[in-house]
């Protein structure tokens, strides 16, 4: 393994993985899509590394995401773990994150990742538009969140 990829895992993989789990609503099917997703980045790391490699795994992480939503398009549980933080009632920082998980879970495919990416990653527009491979008009024409 090369030590720019190996790097790259390090120091991105935490912001990946939470991305990875908005896509998903689950803890383990965003580890397994992040880990396919950097498997896929590792094959075309010479290809990708100079450019945005970040941005070549939120494509790659959405493609697979939506392959999986289309071949099961069966509800996945919701994990329900709260948040791993020190001592204290997480009560209502719990129910809240619960409640953005389980709304993300109503949009589709397109519309959760087009939500994640623009107002959890910060992405442009633009950007958005890239990792799913659309016309920038597309994240304009969903719903922003209340």
Same mark, same amino acid.
């Given at each position: 393994?090369?030590?720019?990829?190996?790097?790259?895992?390090?120091?991105?993989?935490?912001?990946?993985?939470?991305?990875?789990?908005?896509?998903?609503?689950?803890?383990?099917?965003?580890?397994?899509?992040?880990?396919?997703?950097?498997?896929?980045?590792?094959?075309?790391? %010479?290809?990708?590394?100079?450019?945005?490699?970040?941005?070549?795994?939120?494509?790659?992480?959405?493609?697979?995401?939506?392959?999986?939503?289309?071949?099961? %398009?069966?509800?996945?549980?919701?994990?329900?773990?709260?948040?791993?933080?020190?001592?204290?009632?997480?009560?209502?920082?719990?129910?809240? %994150?619960?409640?953005?998980?389980?709304?993300?879970? %109503?949009?589709?495919?397109?519309?959760?990742?087009?939500?994640?990416?623009?107002?959890?990653?910060?992405?442009?527009?633009?950007?958005?538009?890239?990792?799913?491979?659309?016309?920038?008009?597309?994240?304009?024409?969903?719903?922003?969140?209340?």
């Amino acid at each position: 393994m090369s030590e720019s990829f190996r790097e790259f895992v390090v120091q991105r993989s935490p912001a990946l993985s939470r991305t990875a789990y908005l896509l998903t609503g689950d803890h383990q099917l965003a580890e397994d899509l992040l880990q396919s997703a950097l498997a896929r980045t590792y094959r075309h790391w %010479r290809r990708i590394r100079e450019g945005d490699p970040e941005a070549y795994v939120r494509r790659a992480m959405y493609h697979e995401q939506v392959s999986w939503w289309r071949r099961r %398009r069966v509800a996945e549980r919701l994990d329900a773990t709260p948040a791993e933080h020190g001592g204290g009632d997480h009560t209502d920082e719990t129910a809240l %994150r619960l409640s953005v998980v389980a709304a993300l879970r %109503r949009l589709t495919a397109r519309q959760r990742a087009v939500v994640v990416l623009r107002y959890y990653e910060d992405l442009t527009e633009a950007q958005v538009a890239e990792v799913l491979g659309c016309s920038v008009d597309t994240p304009k024409r969903h719903p922003r969140p209340r």
